[in-house]
């Protein structure tokens, strides 16, 4: 399965700046559901800012999946790498 990773940054209200990708279906480019699976994924952390803009959503490259990622994406359509502050 070919992936498309979505960059994505953004603020949280400790001042903090949060960093992970957004792991979706090469063929999804719909670039409001991939803001959407960052929503989902910052609610279930406990965060919900204001606005996720496409400013801080950028499209980063294209890979193929590992199959962790595989099973991820089929069961929720997305998946998240975390990277900074994300605890």
Not at 2 to 6: A, E, G, K
Not at 77 to 86: D, K, L, R
């Given at each position: 399965m070919?992936?498309?990773?979505?960059d994505t940054y953004v603020q949280r209200p400790d001042g903090r700046r949060m960093h992970f990708d957004i792991l979706v279906p090469a063929e999804l480019r719909d670039r409001e559901a991939v803001?959407?699976?960052g929503r989902t994924y910052l609610a279930a952390k406990g965060f919900a800012p204001s606005?996720?803009?496409a400013e801080k959503c950028n499209y980063c490259h294209m890979e193929s999946a590992n199959p962790a990622v595989e099973e991820e994406i089929a069961s929720s359509?997305?998946?998240?790498?975390?990277?900074?502050?994300?605890d």
């Open positions: 070919h992936i498309s990773v979505y803001l959407a699976h606005e996720l803009r359509g997305f998946a998240i790498i975390e990277m900074e502050n994300c």
